[in-house]
């Protein structure tokens, strides 16, 4: 009986506890470069363009609309952009330096951190991006 108890309380806590967010990330960031595993600044289509990602408090996170359009421009897509299509993922940390996004694809964890007013975010294939705070 006690065991039983136990297991639901313990479960009713699993699912009943909110997510982790950390309040440093809540905001608007400009995206600045990235750096590949051997530490060189990646000049890919998103070099110099100065997107602005912004970490919502309620766990939305949502990039910025001219990256959409950009690349639809870039794969020769005429039709008028349309707000409704920019995917909003979901974030939440653990332990102030894990960040995980969740989207339609599925999910992704990256190591986060900051150094003064820049956003560090670290992936598993040594990648590192740059991120500057939109005051």
Not at 86 to 98: A, G, H, S
């Amino acid at each position: 009986m006690r065991i039983s108890i136990l297991l639901i309380l313990l479960l009713f806590s699993a699912f009943s506890q909110k997510a982790e967010r950390d309040p440093r990330l809540v905001g608007k960031w400009m995206f600045l470069y990235d750096l590949d595993p051997n530490g060189e600044v990646v000049k890919n289509e998103f070099y110099g363009k100065k997107y602005v990602t912004t970490y919502h408090g309620d766990g939305r996170m949502v990039h910025d609309p001219q990256m959409f359009r950009d690349a639809d421009r870039r794969h020769g897509i005429k039709t008028p952009f349309d707000y409704s299509d920019i995917p909003i993922l979901e974030w939440k940390t653990t332990n102030n330096e894990t960040l995980t996004l969740t989207h339609a694809m599925g999910t992704l964890q990256n190591r986060y951190g900051f150094a003064g007013d820049t956003l560090i975010i670290g992936t598993s294939k040594g990648y590192t991006a740059y991120h500057l705070r939109v005051k």
